[in-house]
T-cell receptor, first 113, second 113 residues
Framework: GENVEQHPSTLSVQEGDSAVIKCTYS??????FPWYKQELGKRPQLIID?????GEKKDQRIAVTLNKTAKHFSLHITETQPEDSAVYFCAASKGGGADGLTFGKGTHLIIQP | NAGVTQTPKFRVLKTGQSMTLLCAQDMNHEYMYWYRQDPGMGLRLIHYSVGEGTTAKGEVPDGYNVSRLKKQNFLLGLESAAPSQTSVYFC????????????FGQGTRLTVV
């Protein structure tokens, strides 16, 4: 089955700086790559996703890049703010199949004031 | 429109007891999923359903059973709870294929003593 590796497990950045979280996947058939944000005690919520026919996608301060050849994708957050502090999960799915999302183990992003 | 709702939110069980977690969604989604979240492990898929009357095993199905008698409900059962099942359980649903946004419930924190 699919295996998703996520790094780093903890990331501390100064407010206003950029943060980058990286994930690799093992199954070349995966074609959907969402990122979820989970605040303490809350449910995971989708912040951005990308499909395998696209190399990059942006939404304001958040961007995701995908390298299908290397089987890795990354989340980029620019101009970080205190409300960006949370745990971020990457995931991968084969889409046409119905076997759900395979998640990475998460990155705890800490924004230092 | 409540989205995905889980009951109960918290529960403490004794080893060997049984219980059922209920997930209800009002978005007319076909796909529903049960995940468990443990510290440092991300979210792991327990069971899923691609439509009313269907269920399938995910990554960590042992010790759990599920049923999807109605499209809007997905039940997760523990027949004989074990301390290893102490976790936070999340239900999720998605509209159609596995490559569309998954909407999560608020979670159930289960402790088995």
């Amino acid at each position: 089955g699919e295996n998703v590796e996520q790094h780093p497990s903890t990331l501390s950045v100064q407010e206003g700086d950029s943060a980058v979280i990286k994930c690799t996947y093992s199954d070349s058939a995966s074609n959907y790559f969402p990122w979820y944000k989970q605040e303490l005690g809350k449910r995971p919520q989708l912040i951005i996703d990308i499909r395998s026919n696209v190399g990059e996608k942006k939404d304001q301060r958040i961007a995701v890049t995908l390298n299908k050849t290397a089987k890795h994708f990354s989340l980029h957050i620019t101009e970080t703010q205190p409300e960006d502090s949370a745990v971020y999960f990457c995931a991968a799915s084969k889409g046409g199949g119905a076997d759900g999302l395979t998640f990475g183990k998460g990155t705890h992003l800490i924004i230092q004031p | 429109n409540a989205g995905v709702t889980q009951t109960p939110k918290f529960r403490v069980l004794k080893t060997g007891q049984s219980m059922t977690l209920l997930c209800a969604q009002d978005m007319n989604h076909e796909y529903m999923y049960w995940y468990r979240q443990d510290p440092g492990m991300g979210l792991r898929l327990i069971h899923y359903s691609v439509g009313e009357g269907t269920t399938a095993k995910g990554e960590v199905p042992d010790g759990y059973n599920v049923s999807r008698l109605k499209k809007q409900n997905f039940l997760l059962g523990l027949e004989s709870a074990a301390p290893s099942q102490t976790s936070v359980y999340f239900c999720a649903s998605s509209y159609n294929r596995g490559d569309t946004e998954a909407f999560f419930g608020q979670g159930t924190r289960l402790t088995v003593v």
